[in-house]
């Protein structure tokens, strides 16, 4: 079936949710506890330990299957106008997030601030910090960064929404 990155995201969390519930019941359902008194067949809960693993390994290797062919996905196709990989531009993203951050404080700092000196009392001794950079030039690169940031996402995500690959579960 031809599926896109978003569909197979959405499948992934299906299956792993599916994989958990089936889990959650064999934790349920594999041992259980009677009373001497009671007859054990009426307390017993049904579990069959072969359909159990069965279900769980067809939920595994569908997992694995959609993974495999989302991460080929991601390594051979090309994000427009980035000359990367899906999957570089996954790395990338967070790279340009964190150096957007940074300058984010840089833009906003003042040339000269008092700071205190951390002593007590009168002290006649006033000190400065001072920027060791250029403040507007810091504003400038945040915002082509930030710029690209949005770009790279909005490329990212119409990849993700429309362009469709092959996957056989």
């Known amino acids: 079936m031809l599926i896109t990155s978003a569909k197979a995201a959405k499948m992934l969390r299906q299956l792993n949710d599916e994989l958990r519930t089936l ?3 064999e934790g349920k359902t594999k ?3 009677a009373a001497l008194q009671e007859d054990i067949e009426s307390v017993r809960p049904k579990y069959n330990f072969k359909e159990m693993r069965d279900a769980q390994a067809e939920v ?3 997992i694995r299957k959609l ?3 989302l991460n080929l996905f991601n390594t051979t196709t ?3 106008d980035f000359d990367m990989t899906i999957d570089e531009m996954l790395v990338f993203l967070p790279q340009l997030n964190k150096q957007c951050s940074l300058l984010s404080g ?3 700092a003042m040339p000269k601030v008092r700071v205190s000196s951390g ?4 002290s006649a001794i006033l000190d400065y910090e001072y920027t060791n ?6 504003n400038k690169l945040y915002i082509e960064l930030s710029d690209m940031l949005a770009k790279a996402q909005t490329a990212l995500d119409l990849i993700n929404s429309t362009v469709e690959f092959e996957i056989d579960i």
């Open 78 to 80: 090309i994000v427009p």
């Open 133 to 138: 950079y250029d403040i507007e030039e810091a």
């Open 106 to 108: 840089m833009r906003d």
């Open 60 to 62: 595994e290797r569908k």
């Open 67 to 69: 993974k495999h062919a």
């Open 23 to 25: 889990q959650v019941r």
């Open 119 to 122: 002593y007590s009392g009168n």
């Open 31 to 33: 041992t259980f506890v």
